[in-house]
Protein backbone atom coordinates (compact mmCIF):
# COMPACT_ATOMS: atom_id res chain seq x y z
CA UNK A 1 0.00 0.00 0.00
CA UNK A 2 1.40 3.24 -0.89
CA UNK A 3 1.44 5.57 2.37
CA UNK A 4 0.93 9.17 1.31
CA UNK A 5 3.12 11.96 2.49
CA UNK A 6 2.76 13.81 5.47
CA UNK A 7 5.56 12.42 8.34
CA UNK A 8 4.60 11.86 11.81
CA UNK A 9 5.09 14.77 13.72
CA UNK A 10 4.46 14.80 17.89
CA UNK A 11 1.96 17.21 18.51
CA UNK A 12 0.48 16.36 21.98
CA UNK A 13 -1.09 18.65 24.72
CA UNK A 14 2.36 18.55 26.54
CA UNK A 15 3.84 20.43 23.73
CA UNK A 16 1.47 22.51 23.07
CA UNK A 17 1.31 23.50 26.95
CA UNK A 18 4.76 23.67 26.95
CA UNK A 19 4.63 26.42 23.81
CA UNK A 20 2.49 28.36 25.58
CA UNK A 21 4.20 28.45 29.11
CA UNK A 22 7.60 28.97 27.75
CA UNK A 23 9.53 32.13 29.42
CA UNK A 24 6.65 32.74 31.40
CA UNK A 25 7.25 35.65 33.23
CA UNK A 26 3.67 36.53 34.89
CA UNK A 27 -0.15 36.36 34.89
CA UNK A 28 -1.50 38.97 33.34
CA UNK A 29 -4.92 38.21 32.35
CA UNK A 30 -7.50 40.71 29.93
CA UNK A 31 -8.36 43.69 30.90
CA UNK A 32 -11.61 42.74 33.13
CA UNK A 33 -14.87 42.97 31.07
CA UNK A 34 -18.28 42.93 32.08
CA UNK A 35 -18.94 39.22 33.75
CA UNK A 36 -22.67 38.93 32.16
CA UNK A 37 -20.70 39.48 28.56
CA UNK A 38 -17.86 36.94 29.05
CA UNK A 39 -20.45 34.48 30.55
CA UNK A 40 -22.59 35.36 27.11
CA UNK A 41 -19.97 34.99 25.05
CA UNK A 42 -18.27 31.91 26.86
CA UNK A 43 -21.47 30.04 26.71
CA UNK A 44 -22.16 31.01 23.09
CA UNK A 45 -18.62 29.78 22.12
CA UNK A 46 -19.35 26.50 23.70
CA UNK A 47 -22.34 26.23 21.94
CA UNK A 48 -20.96 26.63 18.83
CA UNK A 49 -18.30 24.46 18.84
CA UNK A 50 -21.03 21.64 20.35
CA UNK A 51 -22.89 21.80 17.36
CA UNK A 52 -19.86 21.42 15.17
CA UNK A 53 -18.90 18.47 17.12
CA UNK A 54 -22.05 16.85 17.06
CA UNK A 55 -22.64 17.15 13.22
CA UNK A 56 -19.29 16.00 12.85
CA UNK A 57 -19.85 12.84 15.20
CA UNK A 58 -23.80 12.69 13.60
CA UNK A 59 -21.82 12.18 10.07
CA UNK A 60 -19.29 9.53 10.92
CA UNK A 61 -21.72 7.58 12.92
CA UNK A 62 -23.73 7.29 9.75
CA UNK A 63 -20.29 6.60 7.76
CA UNK A 64 -19.87 3.59 9.87
CA UNK A 65 -22.95 2.37 8.59
CA UNK A 66 -22.99 2.77 4.60
CA UNK A 67 -21.18 0.33 2.35
CA UNK A 68 -21.19 1.61 -1.40
CA UNK A 69 -18.67 4.01 -2.18
CA UNK A 70 -20.73 6.94 -2.98
CA UNK A 71 -22.11 6.53 0.31
CA UNK A 72 -18.90 6.22 2.08
CA UNK A 73 -17.49 9.54 0.15
CA UNK A 74 -20.18 11.26 0.51
CA UNK A 75 -20.29 11.10 4.39
CA UNK A 76 -16.59 11.63 5.06
CA UNK A 77 -16.59 14.77 2.95
CA UNK A 78 -19.45 15.58 5.54
CA UNK A 79 -17.50 14.89 8.51
CA UNK A 80 -14.43 16.51 7.48
CA UNK A 81 -16.03 19.74 6.18
CA UNK A 82 -17.35 19.63 10.08
CA UNK A 83 -13.88 18.37 11.57
CA UNK A 84 -12.25 22.08 9.82
CA UNK A 85 -14.93 23.85 11.68
CA UNK A 86 -13.93 22.46 14.43
CA UNK A 87 -10.11 22.68 14.06
CA UNK A 88 -9.02 25.85 15.63
CA UNK A 89 -10.81 25.08 18.65
CA UNK A 90 -9.95 22.20 19.17
CA UNK A 91 -6.26 21.92 18.32
CA UNK A 92 -5.99 24.98 20.51
CA UNK A 93 -7.99 23.41 23.45
CA UNK A 94 -7.11 19.58 23.05
CA UNK A 95 -4.28 19.80 20.33
CA UNK A 96 -3.58 15.73 21.11
CA UNK A 97 -7.25 14.61 20.41
CA UNK A 98 -6.91 17.08 17.01
CA UNK A 99 -3.38 15.29 16.33
CA UNK A 100 -5.12 11.96 16.91
CA UNK A 101 -8.08 12.81 14.40
CA UNK A 102 -5.74 14.70 11.68
CA UNK A 103 -2.11 12.43 11.80
CA UNK A 104 -0.07 11.43 9.04
CA UNK A 105 -1.33 8.19 7.84
CA UNK A 106 2.38 6.64 8.26
CA UNK A 107 3.03 4.09 11.02
CA UNK A 108 4.63 5.68 14.57
CA UNK A 109 7.22 3.74 16.56
CA UNK A 110 8.30 4.65 20.01
CA UNK A 111 12.20 5.70 20.02
CA UNK A 112 13.19 3.43 22.99
CA UNK A 113 12.97 0.67 24.81
CA UNK A 114 9.81 -0.60 22.53
CA UNK A 115 11.59 0.58 19.52
CA UNK A 116 9.99 -2.41 17.46
CA UNK A 117 6.31 -2.10 18.46
CA UNK A 118 4.92 -0.09 15.51
CA UNK A 119 1.35 1.53 15.81
CA UNK A 120 -0.44 1.85 12.88
CA UNK A 121 -1.79 4.92 11.37
CA UNK A 122 -5.19 5.80 12.39
CA UNK A 123 -7.58 8.97 11.81
CA UNK A 124 -8.97 11.03 8.63
CA UNK A 125 -5.92 10.53 6.55
CA UNK A 126 -5.40 7.00 7.20
CA UNK A 127 -9.59 7.15 5.94
CA UNK A 128 -8.98 8.91 3.46
CA UNK A 129 -6.49 6.62 1.83
CA UNK A 130 -8.86 3.39 2.60
CA UNK A 131 -11.67 5.62 0.88
CA UNK A 132 -9.28 6.26 -2.42
CA UNK A 133 -7.89 2.77 -2.49
CA UNK A 134 -8.80 0.82 -5.80
CA UNK A 135 -10.90 -1.79 -4.23
CA UNK A 136 -12.56 -0.32 -1.44
CA UNK A 137 -12.44 -2.31 1.90
CA UNK A 138 -15.32 -1.71 3.93
CA UNK A 139 -13.87 -3.52 7.18
CA UNK A 140 -11.01 -1.59 7.07
CA UNK A 141 -12.96 1.95 6.51
CA UNK A 142 -15.34 1.35 9.32
CA UNK A 143 -12.55 0.45 11.78
CA UNK A 144 -11.12 3.76 11.08
CA UNK A 145 -14.29 5.52 11.09
CA UNK A 146 -15.18 3.74 14.62
CA UNK A 147 -11.46 4.63 15.98
CA UNK A 148 -13.02 8.36 14.85
CA UNK A 149 -16.08 8.15 16.27
CA UNK A 150 -14.77 7.16 19.67
CA UNK A 151 -12.39 10.29 19.85
CA UNK A 152 -15.03 12.24 18.57
CA UNK A 153 -17.65 11.14 21.50
CA UNK A 154 -14.47 11.31 23.64
CA UNK A 155 -14.35 15.04 23.27
CA UNK A 156 -17.92 15.66 23.82
CA UNK A 157 -18.12 14.00 27.15
CA UNK A 158 -15.45 15.85 28.49
CA UNK A 159 -15.63 19.23 26.70
CA UNK A 160 -11.76 20.76 26.27
CA UNK A 161 -13.36 24.41 26.74
CA UNK A 162 -12.76 24.69 30.50
CA UNK A 163 -12.09 28.35 30.83
CA UNK A 164 -12.51 30.94 27.81
CA UNK A 165 -10.43 34.09 27.66
CA UNK A 166 -10.17 36.78 25.36
CA UNK A 167 -6.45 36.14 24.69
CA UNK A 168 -6.94 32.74 24.53
CA UNK A 169 -9.52 33.04 21.45
CA UNK A 170 -7.11 35.46 19.72
CA UNK A 171 -3.92 32.94 20.03
CA UNK A 172 -6.41 30.17 18.67
CA UNK A 173 -7.35 32.75 16.00
CA UNK A 174 -3.52 33.99 14.69
CA UNK A 175 -2.59 29.93 14.95
CA UNK A 176 -5.44 29.27 13.05
CA UNK A 177 -4.02 31.85 10.06
CA UNK A 178 -0.81 30.21 10.76
CA UNK A 179 -1.79 26.77 9.85
CA UNK A 180 -3.92 27.54 7.18
CA UNK A 181 -0.84 29.51 5.33
CA UNK A 182 1.64 26.70 6.22
CA UNK A 183 -0.07 23.13 5.95
CA UNK A 184 -4.23 23.89 4.81
CA UNK A 185 -3.26 24.92 1.60
CA UNK A 186 -0.41 22.95 1.18
CA UNK A 187 -2.57 19.72 0.63
CA UNK A 188 -0.68 18.06 3.92
CA UNK A 189 -4.22 16.74 5.64
CA UNK A 190 -5.79 15.99 2.16
CA UNK A 191 -2.73 14.22 0.33
CA UNK A 192 -5.18 11.89 -1.53
CA UNK A 193 -8.49 13.17 -2.35
CA UNK A 194 -6.54 16.48 -2.46
CA UNK A 195 -10.03 18.31 -0.54
CA UNK A 196 -7.99 21.05 0.99
CA UNK A 197 -9.41 23.95 -0.66
CA UNK A 198 -12.83 23.64 -0.11
CA UNK A 199 -12.27 21.95 3.63
CA UNK A 200 -9.81 25.16 4.14
CA UNK A 201 -12.72 27.47 3.53
CA UNK A 202 -14.76 25.95 6.65
CA UNK A 203 -11.67 27.08 8.93
CA UNK A 204 -12.94 31.06 7.93
CA UNK A 205 -16.73 29.70 7.87
CA UNK A 206 -15.99 28.78 11.75
CA UNK A 207 -13.90 32.31 12.52
CA UNK A 208 -16.86 34.11 11.46
CA UNK A 209 -19.43 32.55 13.20
CA UNK A 210 -17.07 33.22 16.55
CA UNK A 211 -16.36 36.56 15.47
CA UNK A 212 -20.53 37.62 15.44
CA UNK A 213 -20.40 36.19 18.95
CA UNK A 214 -17.74 38.83 19.54
CA UNK A 215 -19.69 41.08 17.85
CA UNK A 216 -20.70 43.48 21.32
CA UNK A 217 -17.14 43.37 22.20
CA UNK A 218 -15.93 45.38 19.87
CA UNK A 219 -15.53 49.24 20.96
CA UNK A 220 -14.70 49.72 17.26
CA UNK A 221 -17.67 48.67 15.36
CA UNK A 222 -15.68 49.25 12.20
CA UNK A 223 -13.15 47.32 12.87
CA UNK A 224 -15.60 44.07 13.39
CA UNK A 225 -16.78 44.69 10.32
CA UNK A 226 -13.51 44.88 8.67
CA UNK A 227 -13.31 41.39 10.24
CA UNK A 228 -16.38 39.91 9.12
CA UNK A 229 -15.82 41.71 5.06
CA UNK A 230 -11.76 39.61 5.47
CA UNK A 231 -13.29 36.53 6.41
CA UNK A 232 -15.91 36.64 4.09
CA UNK A 233 -13.42 37.50 1.28
CA UNK A 234 -11.04 34.26 2.39
CA UNK A 235 -14.02 32.37 1.69
CA UNK A 236 -14.68 33.76 -1.61
CA UNK A 237 -11.58 33.02 -2.61
CA UNK A 238 -11.32 29.24 -2.22
CA UNK A 239 -15.13 29.69 -3.54
CA UNK A 240 -12.99 30.83 -6.92
CA UNK A 241 -10.44 28.17 -7.12
CA UNK A 242 -11.28 25.86 -9.65
CA UNK A 243 -8.94 23.01 -8.48
CA UNK A 244 -6.98 21.99 -6.34
CA UNK A 245 -3.71 22.74 -8.46
CA UNK A 246 -5.52 25.80 -9.56
CA UNK A 247 -5.51 27.86 -6.09
CA UNK A 248 -3.45 31.04 -6.48
CA UNK A 249 -1.60 30.59 -3.14
CA UNK A 250 0.83 33.38 -3.50
CA UNK A 251 -2.28 35.75 -3.97
CA UNK A 252 -3.93 34.31 -0.69
CA UNK A 253 -1.46 34.76 1.81
CA UNK A 254 -0.70 38.14 0.85
CA UNK A 255 -3.91 39.52 -0.15
CA UNK A 256 -6.33 37.79 2.54
CA UNK A 257 -4.00 36.10 5.29
CA UNK A 258 -1.71 38.80 6.02
CA UNK A 259 -3.75 41.76 5.91
CA UNK A 260 -5.47 39.82 8.81
CA UNK A 261 -2.45 40.17 10.87
CA UNK A 262 -3.32 43.77 10.88
CA UNK A 263 -6.73 43.13 11.75
CA UNK A 264 -5.26 41.19 14.71
CA UNK A 265 -3.16 43.83 16.08
CA UNK A 266 -6.07 46.30 16.27
CA UNK A 267 -8.19 43.56 18.33
CA UNK A 268 -5.44 43.35 20.78
CA UNK A 269 -5.77 46.76 20.90
CA UNK A 270 -9.78 47.15 20.94
CA UNK A 271 -10.16 44.66 23.54
CA UNK A 272 -6.87 46.13 25.23
CA UNK A 273 -5.61 42.26 25.54
CA UNK A 274 -2.90 41.86 27.62
CA UNK A 275 -0.81 38.52 27.16
CA UNK A 276 0.25 36.48 30.14
CA UNK A 277 3.13 35.32 28.12
CA UNK A 278 5.64 34.97 25.04
CA UNK A 279 5.00 32.91 22.01
CA UNK A 280 7.17 32.02 19.47
CA UNK A 281 5.36 33.91 17.08
CA UNK A 282 5.68 37.81 17.99
CA UNK A 283 3.21 39.71 19.07
CA UNK A 284 2.80 42.98 16.75
CA UNK A 285 3.77 41.01 13.18
CA UNK A 286 2.53 42.24 10.14
CA UNK A 287 3.79 39.30 7.94
CA UNK A 288 4.48 36.00 8.40
CA UNK A 289 7.77 36.19 6.07
CA UNK A 290 9.68 39.15 8.50
CA UNK A 291 13.00 39.22 10.41
CA UNK A 292 10.53 40.40 13.03
CA UNK A 293 8.00 37.27 12.91
CA UNK A 294 9.61 34.69 15.62
CA UNK A 295 10.68 35.83 18.82
CA UNK A 296 14.39 34.06 19.24
CA UNK A 297 14.22 33.85 22.68
CA UNK A 298 11.51 31.39 22.84
CA UNK A 299 13.60 28.86 21.10
CA UNK A 300 16.77 28.84 23.77
CA UNK A 301 17.07 27.06 26.71
CA UNK A 302 15.87 28.29 29.92
CA UNK A 303 19.45 28.78 31.27
CA UNK A 304 20.09 31.47 28.49
CA UNK A 305 19.84 34.74 28.99
CA UNK A 306 17.83 36.80 26.28
CA UNK A 307 19.22 37.44 22.46
CA UNK A 308 21.37 41.00 23.06
CA UNK A 309 24.11 42.55 20.21
CA UNK A 310 26.68 42.26 22.96
CA UNK A 311 26.14 38.48 23.43
CA UNK A 312 25.66 37.86 19.69
CA UNK A 313 28.97 39.80 19.02
CA UNK A 314 30.99 37.49 21.14
CA UNK A 315 28.99 34.72 19.84
CA UNK A 316 30.16 35.65 16.14
CA UNK A 317 34.28 36.74 17.53
CA UNK A 318 34.02 32.48 18.66
CA UNK A 319 32.68 31.31 15.53
CA UNK A 320 35.71 32.93 13.35
CA UNK A 321 38.36 32.17 15.96
CA UNK A 322 40.59 29.26 14.63
CA UNK A 323 42.42 28.97 18.16
CA UNK A 324 39.73 27.49 19.59
CA UNK A 325 39.90 24.08 17.74
CA UNK A 326 42.27 21.48 18.98
CA UNK A 327 44.67 22.10 15.70
CA UNK A 328 44.42 26.11 15.81
CA UNK A 329 43.78 26.01 12.22
CA UNK A 330 39.62 25.44 12.37
CA UNK A 331 36.66 27.45 13.12
CA UNK A 332 32.80 27.40 13.02
CA UNK A 333 33.16 28.90 9.60
CA UNK A 334 35.85 26.61 8.01
CA UNK A 335 32.19 23.96 7.43
CA UNK A 336 29.86 27.22 7.52
CA UNK A 337 31.38 30.29 5.32
CA UNK A 338 28.98 33.02 4.97
CA UNK A 339 29.30 33.40 1.62
CA UNK A 340 28.33 29.79 1.12
CA UNK A 341 24.99 30.68 3.20
CA UNK A 342 27.00 29.47 6.06
CA UNK A 343 27.63 26.13 3.84
CA UNK A 344 31.03 24.75 2.65
CA UNK A 345 30.09 23.89 -0.99
CA UNK A 346 31.40 20.64 -0.37
CA UNK A 347 29.75 16.76 -0.67
CA UNK A 348 31.04 15.44 2.15
CA UNK A 349 32.76 18.10 4.31
CA UNK A 350 36.34 17.65 6.03
CA UNK A 351 37.28 16.73 9.18
CA UNK A 352 40.38 18.99 11.75
CA UNK A 353 42.57 15.92 9.87
CA UNK A 354 41.42 17.20 6.46
CA UNK A 355 40.04 13.68 6.37
CA UNK A 356 36.38 13.48 4.57
CA UNK A 357 33.20 12.84 6.79
CA UNK A 358 30.33 11.00 6.15
CA UNK A 359 27.97 13.95 5.85
CA UNK A 360 27.90 17.66 4.24
CA UNK A 361 27.19 20.99 5.94
CA UNK A 362 24.06 21.83 6.38
CA UNK A 363 23.35 25.71 6.46
CA UNK A 364 23.40 27.84 9.48
CA UNK A 365 20.76 30.23 8.11
CA UNK A 366 17.48 29.61 10.06
CA UNK A 367 18.45 26.65 12.08
CA UNK A 368 17.71 28.14 14.97
CA UNK A 369 13.87 27.65 14.31
CA UNK A 370 13.82 24.06 14.82
CA UNK A 371 13.37 21.75 17.42
CA UNK A 372 16.26 19.61 16.87
CA UNK A 373 19.76 20.10 14.99
CA UNK A 374 22.02 17.63 12.47
CA UNK A 375 20.41 15.50 9.98
CA UNK A 376 19.67 12.75 12.48
CA UNK A 377 17.70 15.17 14.94
CA UNK A 378 20.04 13.72 17.93
CA UNK A 379 20.11 16.65 19.86
CA UNK A 380 17.38 19.44 20.84
CA UNK A 381 19.17 22.80 20.66
CA UNK A 382 21.79 24.60 19.24
CA UNK A 383 23.69 24.88 22.67
CA UNK A 384 24.23 20.89 22.39
CA UNK A 385 24.88 20.83 18.35
CA UNK A 386 27.82 23.33 19.45
CA UNK A 387 28.83 20.42 22.29
CA UNK A 388 28.42 17.68 19.94
CA UNK A 389 30.98 19.45 17.46
CA UNK A 390 33.71 20.41 19.84
CA UNK A 391 34.01 16.95 21.03
CA UNK A 392 33.76 15.28 18.01
CA UNK A 393 36.80 14.00 17.24
CA UNK A 394 36.28 14.41 13.15
CA UNK A 395 35.43 17.91 14.30
CA UNK A 396 36.98 20.69 16.42
CA UNK A 397 38.63 17.60 18.85
CA UNK A 398 38.74 18.90 21.98
CA UNK A 399 36.48 19.52 24.75
CA UNK A 400 34.91 22.66 26.71
CA UNK A 401 37.64 22.46 29.67
CA UNK A 402 40.49 23.00 26.91
CA UNK A 403 38.72 25.87 25.30
CA UNK A 404 37.51 27.56 28.63
CA UNK A 405 41.29 27.46 29.59
CA UNK A 406 42.04 29.10 26.45
CA UNK A 407 39.52 31.26 26.62
CA UNK A 408 40.51 32.51 29.98
CA UNK A 409 44.02 33.30 28.85
CA UNK A 410 42.78 36.51 27.06
CA UNK A 411 41.79 39.12 29.21
CA UNK A 412 39.54 40.32 26.38
CA UNK A 413 37.84 37.49 26.10
CA UNK A 414 37.28 37.26 30.05
CA UNK A 415 35.95 40.79 30.35
CA UNK A 416 33.43 40.18 27.74
CA UNK A 417 32.26 37.13 29.44
CA UNK A 418 32.51 38.97 32.69
CA UNK A 419 30.34 41.70 31.94
CA UNK A 420 27.72 39.37 29.62
CA UNK A 421 27.41 36.31 32.10
CA UNK A 422 27.32 36.00 35.77
CA UNK A 423 29.66 33.23 35.92
CA UNK A 424 31.51 34.21 33.45
CA UNK A 425 33.70 31.73 31.08
CA UNK A 426 32.15 28.49 31.60
CA UNK A 427 30.99 25.72 30.10
CA UNK A 428 27.10 27.39 29.24
CA UNK A 429 28.28 30.35 28.66
CA UNK A 430 30.58 29.42 25.68
CA UNK A 431 28.31 27.06 24.13
CA UNK A 432 25.44 29.84 24.73
CA UNK A 433 27.57 32.93 22.90
CA UNK A 434 27.97 31.38 19.87
CA UNK A 435 24.41 29.76 19.76
CA UNK A 436 23.02 32.98 20.02
CA UNK A 437 25.10 34.19 17.23
CA UNK A 438 23.63 32.11 15.09
CA UNK A 439 20.12 32.62 16.06
CA UNK A 440 21.06 35.77 14.53
CA UNK A 441 20.67 34.53 11.20
CA UNK A 442 17.37 34.57 10.39
CA UNK A 443 17.30 37.26 7.99
CA UNK A 444 13.85 36.87 6.23
CA UNK A 445 15.09 39.66 3.70
CA UNK A 446 14.87 37.39 0.35
CA UNK A 447 12.97 39.05 -2.92
CA UNK A 448 9.85 36.61 -1.72
CA UNK A 449 9.75 37.91 1.64
CA UNK A 450 9.89 41.38 0.24
CA UNK A 451 7.35 40.81 -1.95
CA UNK A 452 4.83 38.54 -0.31
CA UNK A 453 4.94 41.24 2.33
CA UNK A 454 4.15 44.01 0.38
CA UNK A 455 7.13 45.63 0.78
CA UNK A 456 7.67 45.98 -3.17
CA UNK A 457 6.49 44.78 -6.26
CA UNK A 458 9.04 42.23 -8.46
CA UNK A 459 7.59 39.12 -8.61
CA UNK A 460 7.59 37.66 -11.74
CA UNK A 461 4.72 35.47 -13.08
CA UNK A 462 6.82 32.39 -12.93
CA UNK A 463 8.25 33.05 -9.77
CA UNK A 464 4.67 33.05 -8.32
CA UNK A 465 3.36 29.75 -10.32
CA UNK A 466 7.18 28.52 -8.50
CA UNK A 467 5.38 29.36 -5.37
CA UNK A 468 1.72 28.03 -6.37
CA UNK A 469 3.23 24.81 -7.40
CA UNK A 470 6.19 24.83 -4.27
CA UNK A 471 2.67 24.78 -1.96
CA UNK A 472 0.18 22.83 -4.40
CA UNK A 473 0.92 20.15 -7.38
CA UNK A 474 4.64 19.95 -6.55
CA UNK A 475 3.45 19.02 -2.58
CA UNK A 476 7.19 21.07 -1.75
CA UNK A 477 5.60 22.38 1.38
CA UNK A 478 4.03 19.25 2.78
CA UNK A 479 7.48 18.83 4.27
CA UNK A 480 8.91 21.92 4.02
CA UNK A 481 7.08 23.78 5.78
CA UNK A 482 5.95 27.61 5.11
CA UNK A 483 7.36 30.23 6.32
CA UNK A 484 10.59 29.16 7.40
CA UNK A 485 10.11 26.28 4.86
CA UNK A 486 11.86 23.65 6.78
CA UNK A 487 10.72 20.45 8.90
CA UNK A 488 9.83 22.86 11.96
CA UNK A 489 5.89 22.00 12.27
CA UNK A 490 3.45 25.02 12.76
CA UNK A 491 1.52 26.36 14.44
CA UNK A 492 3.79 25.66 17.62
CA UNK A 493 7.27 25.02 16.10
CA UNK A 494 7.85 22.14 18.55
CA UNK A 495 9.42 19.69 15.90
CA UNK A 496 11.47 19.30 13.87
CA UNK A 497 9.94 16.65 10.97
CA UNK A 498 12.00 13.80 9.37
CA UNK A 499 11.47 12.24 6.47
CA UNK A 500 12.87 9.04 4.50
CA UNK A 501 13.41 9.76 0.57
CA UNK A 502 15.79 6.90 -0.46
CA UNK A 503 18.03 9.06 -1.13
CA UNK A 504 20.57 6.92 -3.65
CA UNK A 505 24.50 6.81 -3.00
CA UNK A 506 25.51 7.71 -6.83
CA UNK A 507 23.52 9.73 -9.14
CA UNK A 508 21.98 7.50 -11.32
CA UNK A 509 18.11 7.58 -12.35
CA UNK A 510 17.79 3.80 -12.98
CA UNK A 511 18.77 0.50 -10.66
CA UNK A 512 20.02 2.59 -7.92
CA UNK A 513 20.89 1.88 -4.40
CA UNK A 514 19.94 3.37 -1.36
CA UNK A 515 23.02 5.70 0.69
CA UNK A 516 24.34 3.16 2.90
CA UNK A 517 23.86 6.05 5.74
CA UNK A 518 20.85 4.91 8.11
CA UNK A 519 20.49 8.40 9.67
CA UNK A 520 18.31 8.84 12.47
CA UNK A 521 18.02 4.84 12.80
CA UNK A 522 21.66 5.13 14.52
CA UNK A 523 19.99 7.09 16.91
CA UNK A 524 16.73 5.53 17.45
CA UNK A 525 17.20 1.94 16.64
CA UNK A 526 14.01 1.43 15.19
CA UNK A 527 13.41 -0.38 11.95
CA UNK A 528 11.15 2.77 10.95
CA UNK A 529 13.43 5.11 11.37
CA UNK A 530 16.44 3.77 8.55
CA UNK A 531 17.75 6.24 6.46
CA UNK A 532 15.31 8.89 7.72
CA UNK A 533 16.57 12.46 7.85
CA UNK A 534 15.74 15.92 8.84
CA UNK A 535 13.87 18.56 6.38
CA UNK A 536 16.07 21.29 6.14
CA UNK A 537 15.29 24.67 4.57
CA UNK A 538 15.23 25.61 1.50
CA UNK A 539 15.56 28.92 1.89
CA UNK A 540 18.63 30.32 0.21
CA UNK A 541 19.25 27.03 -1.50
CA UNK A 542 20.80 28.88 -4.27
CA UNK A 543 23.83 28.62 -2.72
CA UNK A 544 24.18 25.54 -0.64
CA UNK A 545 24.78 23.46 -3.25
CA UNK A 546 25.38 19.96 -2.98
CA UNK A 547 21.91 18.77 -2.29
CA UNK A 548 20.84 15.99 0.16
CA UNK A 549 22.70 15.12 2.99
CA UNK A 550 25.30 13.07 0.93
CA UNK A 551 25.96 15.70 -1.56
CA UNK A 552 24.63 13.74 -4.25
CA UNK A 553 23.12 15.74 -6.30
CA UNK A 554 24.86 19.18 -8.01
CA UNK A 555 22.15 21.25 -9.19
CA UNK A 556 18.19 21.99 -8.20
CA UNK A 557 17.48 20.73 -11.65
CA UNK A 558 18.85 16.85 -10.59
CA UNK A 559 16.80 16.99 -6.81
CA UNK A 560 13.73 18.06 -8.82
CA UNK A 561 14.05 15.21 -11.23
CA UNK A 562 14.58 13.03 -8.42
CA UNK A 563 11.41 14.05 -6.56
CA UNK A 564 9.31 14.12 -9.79
CA UNK A 565 10.55 10.37 -10.36
CA UNK A 566 8.60 9.48 -6.94
CA UNK A 567 11.88 10.06 -4.99
CA UNK A 568 13.89 6.71 -4.52
CA UNK A 569 11.23 4.84 -5.14
CA UNK A 570 11.29 6.23 -8.69
CA UNK A 571 14.99 4.98 -9.44
CA UNK A 572 14.61 1.80 -8.68
CA UNK A 573 15.27 1.71 -4.71
CA UNK A 574 13.03 -0.65 -2.90
CA UNK A 575 12.28 0.93 0.35
CA UNK A 576 9.13 -0.06 2.49
CA UNK A 577 9.65 2.91 5.07
CA UNK A 578 9.55 5.65 2.28
CA UNK A 579 7.54 8.26 3.78
CA UNK A 580 7.87 10.55 0.28
CA UNK A 581 4.81 8.98 -2.17
CA UNK A 582 6.20 6.84 -4.33
CA UNK A 583 3.97 8.39 -7.10
CA UNK A 584 5.30 10.56 -9.99
CA UNK A 585 4.41 14.00 -9.31
CA UNK A 586 3.95 14.79 -13.37
CA UNK A 587 5.49 18.35 -13.46
CA UNK A 588 6.37 19.50 -16.75
CA UNK A 589 9.93 21.28 -17.54
CA UNK A 590 8.15 24.46 -17.57
CA UNK A 591 6.87 24.00 -14.16
CA UNK A 592 10.06 22.39 -12.66
CA UNK A 593 11.82 25.84 -14.42
CA UNK A 594 9.16 27.71 -12.36
CA UNK A 595 9.06 26.21 -9.07
CA UNK A 596 13.28 26.60 -8.83
CA UNK A 597 13.06 30.34 -10.27
CA UNK A 598 11.25 30.64 -6.80
CA UNK A 599 13.12 28.80 -4.63
CA UNK A 600 15.71 31.16 -6.10
CA UNK A 601 13.87 34.08 -4.94
CA UNK A 602 14.51 32.27 -1.55
CA UNK A 603 18.11 33.77 -1.32
CA UNK A 604 18.43 36.10 1.26
CA UNK A 605 20.87 39.79 1.37
CA UNK A 606 23.15 38.90 4.13
CA UNK A 607 23.86 42.06 6.41
CA UNK A 608 27.11 43.19 7.32
CA UNK A 609 26.80 41.95 10.69
CA UNK A 610 26.81 38.11 10.11
CA UNK A 611 29.33 38.01 8.18
Given amino acids: MNLPKGAYYKVSLFLASISLLVSCKNTVDTVPIPVNENKVITNAFIAQFGDDLKNCIDDVNALRKVATKDSI ?12 RMEPILSFYNSANYYGLNKANLPKVDEGDNAEKVIEASGFQALEEAIAATEIDTVAIHGYANDIYRKLKLEQKHN ?15 QALVRVMSMGISGFDSPILLLSIPENKEVFVSLEKYFNIYKTHFKNEQLYKNWIVALQAAQQAFDKAESFNAFDRYSFIKNQLQPMLSLWNQTVTDWQVEFPLKQKLNYGIDS ?22 EIAQLGKDLFFDASLSNSGTMNCASCHQPEKAFTDGMRFSKDNNGNFVQRNSPTLLYSSIQQSQFYDARVENLENQILDVINNENEFHANTDVIIEKLKKSETYTKRFQKLYKKGIDHKSVRNAIAMYIRTLTPFNSKFDRNISGQENTFTSEETLGFNLFMGKGKCATCHFAPVFNGTVPPYFAESELEVLGVPSTKVWKNATIDEDLGRYNVAKAELKKHAFKTPTVRNVSKTAPYMHNGVYDTLEEVLKFYNLGGGAGTGIELENQTLPPDPLELSPEEIKAIIAFMNSLEDQLEEDNL
Fill in 73 to 84: LYYFKAARIDFK
Fill in 160 to 174: SILKHTDYKFLWLTR
Fill in 288 to 309: FYDATTFNPNAFKPSYSPKISP
